[in-house]
């Protein structure tokens, strides 16, 4: 008998006193799952880390499994302003593809004054100096561009 393969997480040492899966995914990728832990792994194919996570304390996970999610908050967007530069994300809105800044005198009179795919948790967007002074907020766009949720007006 001989080791075929094996998966070792290297932030972590997970000993599992029960139950605990691996499963094959496609394209390659392994799931571990460690039981009685309320933790879980998901390695490519050459063994490196690609998902960590854990379900929270006092969690025990018969079987661990990875399937499509789709999350649409029924909060609004967030927007935050550093200088020039405006920050959006929307924290937990999975179909966030782009976001387009607004910009205007009064934050009921803001119209397009740009537009970033979604970058990560948080998107950085340079300011356009013109808007300088004025109200900016962010519509979270979809991949075919349909406004998903509009943040709150922030002076700029």
């Known amino acids: 008998m001989s080791l075929v393969r094996q998966f070792t997480n290297p932030s972590k040492t997970l000993l599992a006193e029960s139950q ?43 079987k661990t499994f990875l399937s499509p999610w789709s999350g649409q908050p029924t909060n609004a967007p967030s927007v935050a302003l550093t200088g020039s530069t405006i920050a959006a994300s929307w924290n937990g809105a999975t179909n966030v593809a782009s976001w387009r800044v607004l910009a205007g005198p009064s934050p009921t009179g ?29 519509q979270a766009l979809d991949a075919s561009g349909t406004v998903m949720g509009v943040s709150a007006a922030a002076k700029a």
Request: net charge neutral; aromatic share 10%; hydrophobic share 40%.
């Open 20 to 62: 605990g899966n691996a499963q094959s995914l496609p394209g390659g990728n392994w799931l571990l799952g460690y039981g009685r832990l309320p933790n879980f792994t998901e390695f490519d194919a050459s063994g490196h880390v690609l998902l960590d996570g854990t379900l929270g304390r006092n969690v025990q996970n018969f």
């Open 110 to 138: 803001l119209t397009p004054v740009g537009e970033a795919p979604k970058s990560g948790f948080e998107t950085a967007i340079s300011l356009p100096a013109a808007t300088k002074g004025r109200y900016v907020a962010v």
